[in-house]
């Protein structure tokens, strides 16, 4: 195997030319970039509504549930046929549009349960405390409700990005490129050199999204939520410091989970 592998990459044609390696993992890239950003666009907004509003919650995660099982190769043949029509003599769009819907019927599901569940599961003694503190409803959704359920809406962003980086492979089922190129294109040639390293590189991609993601969400979740300083947790949960210090809204807000029980 580490033969195939090494006859592979030693190749002047794996680097040079119009299908180089580097281009196929850009290719990779940019299809599952594409699509995790759209998704993003209209999983996160629709699921901070329904989970703020509480309406249509139950049908919503139904549905999204549902379209995780649907076949992902069978649904890319039919929209290719069913859209193939619609751009006549537009080269790779007919294949490129049916691709990215496919990736956005894995992606949305993950996104949007997860957003709902977290916005839900935030604790109802933090939205009161919020609303007694004159906030309004949107000013109680960004500032309390989503820092609060950012720990389970990174979780379903981080599901939604291993599905697509690892089902974007299908493109290559079309004329398009990306890793899947080169094993489709090994199985047909018989080299499994080829075939190894598409499969090693886009493993190696989405872990290392994953592990960025991963550190993007510590950075951005709110100390309160991640418990990472125990001790002012262990002051707060006990009813010491706020009242004492004085701390003024813009404090409770950011830290929440910390400030909320003090004043409750």
């Known amino acids: 195997m580490i033969d195939e592998i090494s006859n592979y990459l030693s190749d002047p044609k794996t680097w040079s030319g119009k299908r180089t390696l580097p281009i196929r993992f850009l290719e990779h890239l940019q299809y599952s970039a ?4 759209i998704a993003l666009l209209i999983a996160l907004p629709l699921g901070l509504l329904i989970g703020h509003t509480g309406k249509g919650a139950g049908p919503v995660i139904a549905v999204a549930n549902a379209l995780r099982a649907l076949p992902t190769l069978g649904l890319l043949f039919f929209f290719v046929v069913l859209l193939s029509s ?3 003599g537009k080269g790779d769009t007919a294949f490129l549009i049916p691709t990215l819907i496919v990736l956005l019927l894995l992606a949305i599901p993950s996104i949007l349960a997860n957003t709902i569940a977290g916005i839900q ?3 109802p003694a933090a939205r009161d405390a919020a609303f007694g503190l004159g906030m309004t409803r949107t000013q109680v959704l960004l500032r309390v409700e989503a820092p609060n359920a950012m720990p389970l809406i990174m979780s379903g962003i981080r599901s939604a990005t291993l599905q697509v980086i690892a089902t974007a492979t299908i493109a290559a089922a079309t004329p398009l490129g990306g890793l899947g190129r080169l094993i489709f294109d090994g199985l047909a040639r018989q080299d499994f050199g080829m075939m190894i390293v598409g499969a ?3 493993s190696l991609l989405a872990i290392g ?7 993007l969400g510590r950075l951005i979740t709110s100390r309160g939520v991640t418990g990472r300083f125990s001790t002012k947790s262990s002051a707060a949960s006990q009813g010491l410091g706020t009242h004492d210090r004085g701390d003024d809204d813009s ?3 950011h830290e929440m989970p910390i400030e909320v029980k003090a004043r409750v």
């Open 200 to 202: 090693l590189l886009v």
């Open 86 to 88: 619609q751009f006549p």
């Open 209 to 215: 999204i994953d592990l960025l993601l991963a550190g």
């Open 121 to 123: 599961n935030v604790d």
């Open 251 to 253: 404090t409770l807000a």
């Open 34 to 37: 594409t699509a995790l950003i």
